[in-house]
């Protein structure tokens, strides 16, 4: 079987031989041979190891969070390679939005236009988009004509960035549950601080919005609609990512 030296690897991954040795040092990828004279060689297992690190680094994972993936008992490389391309195709799916945004710009669609309620909740089922509005707004009168107030005062361009990006950052949340991170992890706290931004600005109250965020991780959990996204409890898992990121936050 074909073994690879340090600088055919490296070449080939098109990383540097400077990286490789960091990684055999940190123990996250050690070479299957090393010969009498301290030579590295590397097999096919090293290779398929260092494509998921690469395809994780590419997700913005840091590299202790990679160790504790794929240095798991029960990891499973498929499984791993199908999570990493759904996360691949929700970053795709946003820069898309966003290229189509940019074209639109360019194409001098501009200005303010004036949208209703309806285009908020576009693109979801029409009775159950009315279902829904009709259940916040029972809950929460106030908060709901604030935020379709702010809403509809953007432009289309910034509403389907915000709406697009927030659909991209659930999706994200959706598949890294499924994949069962650690709602505490720095790859889930980052979506989850961009989850708080991006509910901030639906709500339309900049600002430190601490305990109402912890509430919605409550929401969260005791709503069934959010069992078993991601073929994991989502509902538990936002709770929890919401708990330990707020106490990162200014009381």
Not at 137 to 155: A, F, R, Y
Not at 188 to 202: G, S
Not at 203 to 231: C, F, H, I, S
Request: with cysteine; hydrophobic share 35%; net charge positive.
């Amino acid at each position: 079987m074909t073994k690879y030296t340090v600088k055919k690897l490296a070449k080939a991954a098109g990383v540097s031989v400077r990286t490789l040795h960091h990684y055999d040092r940190i123990g996250l990828l050690k070479p299957s041979i090393r010969t009498a004279v301290g030579y590295r060689l590397y097999g096919e297992n090293e290779l398929l190891r260092l494509q998921q690190i690469l395809f994780y680094k590419e997700l913005d994972f840091g590299l202790k969070e990679i160790a504790a993936l794929i240095n798991r008992p029960d990891f499973d490389r498929i499984r791993a390679l199908e999570s990493q391309k759904q996360l691949l195709k929700a970053r795709r799916k946003r820069i898309d939005r966003l290229m189509s945004t940019l074209d639109k710009t360019i194409l001098h669609i501009k200005g303010k236009i004036k949208m209703n309620y309806e285009e908020l909740y576009e693109g979801l089922p029409k009775e159950q988009a009315a279902a829904w509005r009709k259940e916040a707004l029972e809950k929460w009168p106030d908060q709901v004509k604030q935020s379709e107030k702010v809403l509809i005062g953007m432009s289309m361009e910034e509403f389907e960035v915000l709406k697009s990006g927030f659909k991209e950052n659930f999706e994200t949340l959706a598949s890294l549950c499924g994949h069962g991170a650690d709602p505490a992890s720095e790859r889930v706290q980052q979506e989850i601080d961009r989850h708080y931004h991006y509910i901030l600005r639906f709500w339309g109250k900049p600002g430190n919005q601490v305990e109402a965020y912890k509430g919605l991780g409550e929401l969260y959990l005791a709503d069934p609609r959010y069992t078993g996204t991601g073929g994991a409890p989502f509902g538990l898992f936002m709770k929890q990512a919401i708990d330990h990121y707020v106490t990162s936050l200014p009381a």
